[in-house]
């Protein structure tokens, strides 16, 4: 019913930059928040960076500074400069949203980021 579709992930060296889309399609009503989230090999998923309804945002410390979110309608973006090995990850979009009567949490399928020294 909701789908959320990734895009721009790739190779890049340190000091590089990279963008990520999402997509949000499907029976949406409105939605709440959006945010991209993280996991490395061995590491559990975490929050890099969120944006609400309003507009606010939220950016993990480790990223503050050197990445932005924002949203336009139903498109996610998060521009990421100065990469890091560190920052290597797949990113998973993540949508908290109205469909329907309910209030559902949505995931995209992930997209591969590789950060080199």
């Known amino acids: 019913q909701v789908q959320l579709v990734e895009s721009g992930g790739g190779l890049v060296q340190a000091g590089g930059s990279l963008r990520l889309s999402c997509a949000a399609s499907g029976s949406i009503f409105s939605i709440n928040a959006m945010g991209w989230y993280r996991q490395a090999p061995g590491k559990q998923r975490e929050l890099v960076a969120a944006?609400?309804?309003?507009?606010n945002t939220n950016y993990a410390d480790s990223v503050k500074g050197r990445f932005t979110i924002w949203r336009t309608n139903r498109m996610m973006s998060l521009q990421m400069d100065n990469l890091k090995p560190e920052d290597t990850a797949v990113y998973y979009c993540?949508?908290?949203?109205?469909?329907?009567?309910?209030?559902?949490?949505?995931w995209g399928q992930g997209t591969q980021v590789t950060v080199s020294s």
């Open positions: 993540n949508a908290d949203l109205r469909s329907g009567l309910t209030n559902q949490v949505w």
């Open positions: 944006i609400t309804r309003d507009g």
